[in-house]
């Protein structure tokens, strides 16, 4: 088992910036991918980026973020980041991290989620 645990949601308005984590017990969590998911009301839950094992060397992201979210992982603290920049409006949603054994595998491990409000 893997318990994940996000924070760091709130308000902020357009153009800020936040930083999500997802802090893991568990299970040994660098044996883990890690990604994240949003929702917003009334949409499915979408993918956000996600991350390998070792950290950067397989990291990949939504065409919507590219260039202004950065995934991140510290082993150590057992905790995966989401660094968020420019954020838009319609990146208003509940944002979920989730966990994975490898590329080919479900994602088998959910948080509760925190919510991301972006002010125009």
């Known amino acids: 088992q893997v318990q994940l645990v996000e924070s760091g949601g709130g308000l902020v308005q357009a153009g800020g910036s936040l930083r999500l984590s997802c802090a893991a017990s568990g299970r040994t969590f660098s044996n883990y991918h890690v990604g994240w998911f949003r929702q917003a009301p009334g949409k499915e839950r979408e993918f956000v980026a996600a991350?390998?094992?070792?950290?950067?060397?397989?990291?990949y992201y939504a065409d919507s973020v590219k260039g202004r979210f950065t995934i991140s992982r510290d082993n150590a603290k057992g905790t995966v980041y989401l660094q968020m920049s420019s954020l838009k409006p319609e990146d208003t949603a509940v944002y979920y991290c989730?966990?994975?054994?490898?590329?080919?595998?479900?994602?088998?491990?959910w948080g509760q989620g925190t919510q991301v409000t972006v002010s125009s």
């Open positions: 989730a966990a994975r054994a490898d590329r080919r595998s479900d994602w088998r491990y």
């Open positions: 991350i390998g094992w070792s950290g950067g060397s397989y990291s």
